[in-house]
């Protein structure tokens, strides 16, 4: 409305009348507020009535169970105030259980004493009922034990399962402590999981003894069967008990490896019979049949390996095993020109004609080399023979002046006219020649060698034996008193006269066969009488020993990887 346009005496009275109807609005809505609070307050009062009447009812019914509860349980009280506890005390005790539970469900009052009131009932109802369960529950465990020694399985499994049932309701309700056995519950449950198993693992023996039987008389179907028949149950044992004793993954294996074998038998047979075809070829001297058998053996067990490859015929060994013995044909004629070559070479040594000599070696070397590639299987078989022909081309320019001073210092064994003996010991400058190296401590081209260890003397000898042609070897003991003959020399290098240090060889006086230094100067490495010791003896003294021990000829035990710079060696030659 635009109040400007309304006349001045209009104005005065629309202001009357809005006022007035607001003083109406004003009067209505108290009203009805004031009807509102009484209304409310007549709502509260009944609620609350309706309030104290529940509450009234509940503080009744909990009064009223209460005076049960008591009741029941001085029965409770009364019955078993004789030690022994009867049904009628149980149903008591059962029943003032059950109303303290519904009382303290009822709300109200309900106080922390109140629980742990029905908790004390409970758990005297529990101790009487675990003390009357025991003698049942030995009972079932007693007889479980005598039913499963007696092969009746089945009713030995239902004992021990309400034996175990019977044990856990006990160990797991309010029962004092004392009365609980979580021991026989454990002991219960592994011999209910046994008692379950043993019919299982005797299938698996019964089906595994038939099956070895039937493969031992070739009944192949039969032991195929029983082997399925182990292998079904030993799986079971695996599912049902993983990580128990019952569970056996390597007998599994060698069942599902016996399976395997029977289904390669056939080809197994027929790798064998390639094998007997070789034999006999080799016997009749038909070379090329018999490379031929064995290669189709070799083939036949590659195919074995792949298809069968958890059998008990499968075998990578065997085809390395059948390739070395057609290896062996096929390089039989080559290997038997190398040895020829190589007894020629040391022919030609013998005869000291270094040129032919050279010859030889090359063309064995040049053999030796073809074998190895051609017929790798073979190479051990020439070992020995590399590493001698390889010793002789790099010592070739030396050879010569090996020969010459060893040689020249032979003298014959007194009473053995196949043997020599070095006269005096081995000098460092003919050591180092054949060795190429010195380990000396006192070093001097003609000092006597000294520092090494027995397995290094034999080393040298072994290669002077190629140098020359010849097995060379260390002196056994007999030989060495041999060449000593019955007293030793006097004036020989000893701890009086050597200044403590080796003299060089061959400047003592040599005894009557012409030898020098057997004792005094170095103590000599000898061959032991039992190859296979950790020791070998030394001879003679050295220049650290006494005169008066010298005289003795005295030999001694020394470790065989020992080192001494009173320790040096000679050698013997055999000429036949």
């Known amino acids: 409305m635009d109040y400007t346009k309304i006349p001045e005496h209009q104005v005065t009275t629309i202001g009357d009348e809005e006022r007035a109807m607001r003083r109406k609005m004003w009067f209505v809505r108290g009203a009805v507020g004031l009807a509102a609070v009484v209304a409310a307050g007549g709502y509260f009062l009944y609620w609350r009535a309706e309030q104290d009447a529940a509450r009234a009812t ?126 026989r519950e454990t002991r219960l449950a592994q011999a209910l999981a046994a008692t379950e198993a043993d019919p299982l693992k005797q299938e698996v023996q019964s089906a595994l003894t038939a099956a070895t039987a039937a493969v031992e008389a070739q009944r192949w179907v039969e032991a195929r069967t029983a082997y399925l028949r182990a292998r079904t149950a030993q799986m079971t044992l695996n599912q049902k008990y993983p990580g128990s004793r019952f569970s056996d993954t390597q007998q599994l294996n060698r069942i599902e490896q016996e399976l395997a074998s029977l289904q390669a038998a056939d080809a197994a047979a027929a790798v064998q019979a390639e094998l007997r075809r070789a034999e006999e070829a080799a016997s009749a001297g038909r070379k090329e049949e018999g490379v031929t058998a064995l290669l189709n053996a070799r083939n036949l067990q590659e195919k074995l390996n792949t298809e069968f490859g958890r059998s008990r015929f499968a075998s990578s060994a065997r085809v390395e095993e059948i390739e070395l013995r057609r290896e062996t044909i096929l390089a039989a004629d080559d290997l038997a020109a190398l040895e020829k070559e190589v007894e020629a070479t040391a022919a030609d040594l013998r ?153 060089e060889v061959g400047k003592s006086r040599a005894n009557a066969a012409g030898f020098f230094d057997l004792t005094g100067n170095l103590a000599e490495w000898l061959e032991p009488a039992e190859p296979r010791a950790a020791t070998a003896p030394i001879a003679g003294g050295s220049f650290l020993d006494r005169d008066t021990v010298i005289k003795t000829a005295p030999t001694e035990p020394l470790n065989k990887g020992e080192r001494a710079r009173q320790v040096g060696f000679r050698f013997v030659v055999e000429t036949q």
Do not use: H
């Not at 022994?84 to 303290?104: H, T, W, Y």
């Not at 009131?117 to 109802?125: A, D, I, S």
């Not at 007693?142 to 009713?155: I, K, M, V, Y």
């Not at 040298?460 to 140098?467: D, Q």
């Open 58 to 183: 509940v503080a009744a019914a909990r009064t009223t169970l209460a005076g049960q509860i008591s009741e029941d349980e001085r029965t409770y009280r009364r019955l078993v105030a004789g030690g022994q506890v009867s049904a009628e005390a149980l149903a008591a005790l059962d029943r003032a259980i059950a109303k303290e539970r519904e009382r303290q469900s009822l709300g109200g009052s309900t106080q922390q004493g109140d629980q742990r009131y029905l908790e004390g009932l409970e758990r005297e109802r529990d101790d009487w009922l675990a003390q009357e369960a025991l003698p049942r529950l030995a009972s079932l465990e007693a007889g479980a034990q005598a039913l499963r020694e007696a092969g009746d399985f089945e009713p030995a499994l239902e004992n021990l399962r309400k034996a175990l049932a019977l044990q856990r309701a006990i160990n797991g309700g309010s029962a004092a402590a004392k009365i609980k056995d979580y021991v």
């Open 351 to 503: 005869r000291r004609d270094i040129v032919s000599a050279g010859k030889t070696a090359a063309a064995a070397m040049e053999r030796l080399e073809r074998i190895v590639k051609e017929w790798p299987r073979r190479a051990a078989a020439v070992e020995a023979f590399k590493a001698r022909l390889a010793f002789l081309s790099v010592r070739r320019a030396e050879l010569g002046g090996i020969q010459e001073e060893a040689l020249n210092r032979l003298l014959e064994l007194p009473g053995r006219k196949e043997t020599r003996m070095l006269a005096t010991e081995v000098s460092q400058e003919l050591y180092t020649r054949v060795m190429n190296t010195n380990p000396s401590r006192n070093v001097g081209r003609s000092l006597p060698a000294d520092s090494m260890s027995w397995r290094e003397a034999r080393e040298f000898c072994e290669r002077l034996g190629w140098v020359l042609g010849r097995t060379v070897r260390l002196p056994t003991e007999l030989e060495w008193r041999a060449a000593m003959g019955a007293t030793p020399i006097a004036g020989v290098w000893s701890l009086e006269n050597s200044g403590g240090n080796s003299r």
